[in-house]
């Protein structure tokens, strides 16, 4: 029998009052780590600009956000994320708001593009940090406590000044990881494998994170589809 019109239909997901729909994403692909040759630092943090691909994957970015009705562009206090937001900031005419606590996990004495190398050339830290999960394994690195707070602290204050709007947050690996996995009750390291220039989509009210998208990359064509970038 066909079904009754007058029956009871599915729903769909409808975001709760007052809740922020959040698009984070992933900073596009940043330049090569040179061995001698460490990358700046911006409080610490290494501050490399953006690789002439991550240049193009934050254009696709921006083709694929221009129609969303943003009520804020936000990056961090590092330039590959405000480079990465650039081109949609200037379609929807938005300048973006810097919001420092959404920065990268700080990786110690690994800083500056020694992370990479050392992922690189196998080093023993690396093994344990992707069985153990945590970031503070390697010497000197923000404690896994501290970085959960500040990205909460950061996450919140966005979502506070935005009730029933929609925002793009453009930020780190393993930001958007320590966020989706909160939102999911996860392990910790669960959605640290976000692609550069990927789109994860997470709604947040006072007492509740739902978890929409992860790693949408349909924007950036098959040219970028490549095996997920470790963080930084």
Same mark, same amino acid.
């Given at each position: ?20 729909? %959040? ?6 692909? &940043? ?7 460490? #990358? ?57 708001? %810097? ?14 593009? %020694? ?29 896994? &406590? ?44 669960? #959605? ?7 789109? &994860?989509?997470? %709604? ?21 589809? &490549? ?6």
């Amino acid at each position: 029998m066909p079904p009754s019109p007058s029956g009871v239909r599915q729903q769909r997901f409808h975001s709760p009052a007052g809740a922020t729909d %959040v698009l984070l994403i992933r900073h596009g692909e &940043s330049a090569p780590a040179e061995p001698g040759a460490p #990358f700046p630092l911006v409080d610490g943090h290494g501050d490399p600009p953006l690789h002439p691909d991550g240049r193009e994957q934050a254009s696709r970015v921006a083709d694929r956000l221009a129609g969303e009705d943003l009520a804020a562009i936000y990056v961090t206090n590092l330039r590959r994320t405000a480079e990465t937001a650039a081109p949609l900031a200037e379609r929807l005419g938005l300048g973006p708001v %810097v919001e420092a606590d959404l920065r990268e996990v700080h990786l110690g004495e690994w800083e500056g593009g %020694v992370f990479r190398q050392r992922v690189a050339e196998g080093h023993p830290i690396v093994a344990r940090l992707r069985e153990e999960e945590r970031w503070d394994l390697i010497p000197g690195a923000e404690p896994a &406590s501290e970085f959960a707070a500040r990205v909460r602290a950061g996450l919140l204050r966005i979502v506070s000044a935005h009730p029933d709007r929609v925002v793009a947050v453009f930020t780190h690996g393993g930001v958007i990881g320590q966020i989706l996995g909160e939102a999911t009750g996860a392990r910790s390291f669960a #959605f640290t494998g976000a692609d550069n220039a990927s789109i &994860s989509h997470v %709604v947040v009210t006072e007492d509740r994170w739902v978890l929409r998208r992860y790693n949408d990359t349909t924007h950036l064509g098959p040219r970028f589809a &490549s095996a997920a970038q470790p963080p930084t």
